[in-house]
């Protein structure tokens, strides 16, 4: 059997099925980009390839996924975590002013060039650790025009650089000055007029709010899921994140892909998320930047059965990671993740948060060719490890 590229002597984490999928002597065959074989090699076809790579027994995982990210931004709040040190709280600096509001002013005043050229060292940091796959945000434009750059120059970033880029519109991510008494007149616009123009450009690939005492009401992100859900928009949603604003029952009531955070979800929401199939991404960078102490219902969650995924959150008020390895170290430390559920929550349970299980996640036949090829003896190895990069390559789409 032809095949363009063949990895031998390697061990695979395939991560299909329920634990790691492990293989000590696997191969992997790859022809037009996608996986035409993953498994021993035993069992493996003869393949005519007309590159072999001998892994030297090096172990494979599928190339990791980001799910949640606002790495489109300008300017930093390095000052508001000053403020926080002195005691400040987010709330009080999101009501004075800071916070998200202090970000859109700098994304509104930045070109869409800037903005590129902005994300990719972060992009970089993501891929040089193996990232083939980053979703980003919206959500610091606050207004069509500005939206919607933001939503372009995250396409870019996929042409930049050879990584896959999902891009969410976050319109209802903060109440910008101009709407600042008129939350309700601010969601009409981000329904009636902001997402159709980023459905019209094809630039959106889920709609996500932020439903929060500090943000948008349930009934204000229901009229968003409603708008999304007649144009076949899938949605996820920032929930439960300060508080319980039973969002992520809302979110599971129109299919979500995702809910997002969830230090505050309860037991009806865990029951929501099982029943409709939604991935409980958790973000451990804001939990530890935030100094948050209560966590999410990790016990809960895996007890019904609820996929559990884990990103970076990449932003510049509550979460300036741009390291997905650190977070699997936080996953564990923090959340009291095991290995497997760390590691399944950046590759097929990221995928599924992003729809895309099918394309990307594991290492299957069929699947696009995205790779992280590591240095290292164990997988627990990517979890224990704090500040190492175990990289030895990172293959995209079969190259």
């Known amino acids: ?68 990210t606002h790495i489109v931004h300008a300017g930093n709040r390095a000052h508001e975590f000053e403020l926080r040190l002195e005691g400040a709280s987010y709330e009080e600096i999101a009501r004075a002013g800071g916070g998200i509001v202090s970000t859109m ?31 980003v945000k919206s959500g610091y434009g606050l207004d069509t025009a500005n939206e919607l750059k933001m939503l372009r120059a995250a396409r870019r970033l996929g042409t930049e650089r050879p990584v896959s880029i999902a891009t969410t519109f976050l319109g209802a991510h903060a109440l910008p000055p101009e709407y600042a008494d008129d939350a309700d007149g601010y969601i009409a616009l981000v329904a009636g007029e902001m997402l159709p123009a980023a459905i019209r450009d094809g630039l959106a690939d889920a709609l996500d709010a932020f439903c929060e005492g500090i943000g948008f009401s349930a009934e204000q992100t229901e009229k ?6 007649r144009a076949n928009l899938p949605v996820k949603l920032h929930a439960e994140q300060l508080s319980n604003q039973h969002g992520a029952a809302l979110a599971a009531r129109y299919g979500a892909l995702s809910a997002d955070h969830l230090e505050y979800l309860d037991e009806a929401g865990v029951a929501a998320m099982a029943k409709a199939g939604t991935v409980a991404t958790l973000l451990p960078g804001a939990f530890y930047f935030m100094r948050e102490t209560r966590l999410p219902p990790i016990a809960a969650l895996r007890a019904a059965g609820v996929p559990i995924a884990l990103a970076t959150d990449c932003n510049p008020g509550t979460s300036p990671l741009t390291s997905l390895l650190l977070v699997l170290n936080m996953g564990a430390t923090l959340f009291h993740l095991t290995v497997a559920e760390c590691l399944a929550g950046v590759t097929r349970n990221a995928a599924r948060a992003l729809g895309r299980a099918d394309e990307i996640g594991t290492l299957e036949a069929g699947k696009r060719c995205d790779l992280a090829i590591w240095d290292i003896e164990r997988p ?13 390559a990172r293959i995209w789409s079969g190259q």
Not at 33 to 40: H, L, W
Not at 43 to 55: G, L, T, V
Not at 224 to 229: D, V
């Open 1 to 68: 059997m032809r095949c363009d590229r063949l990895w031998r002597h390697a061990r695979l984490a395939t991560m299909a099925g329920p634990d790691m999928g492990l293989i000590e002597d696997g191969l992997i065959a790859a022809i037009d980009g996608r996986i035409a074989y993953a498994g021993p090699a035993a069992d493996a076809p003869a393949f005519d390839a007309a590159e072999r790579i001998d892994c030297e027994g090096r172990w494979i995982t599928p190339g990791l996924i980001d799910c949640h």
């Open 105 to 135: 002013r700098a994304t509104r005043a930045a070109s869409e060039a800037e903005l590129v050229a902005a994300a990719l060292p972060r992009v970089d940091a993501l891929i040089a650790e193996g990232v083939t796959t980053i979703e």
């Open 224 to 229: 968003l899921f409603e708008a999304a859900t």
């Open 380 to 392: 627990a190895e990517l979890v224990y490890r704090m500040g190492a990069n175990p990289l030895h």
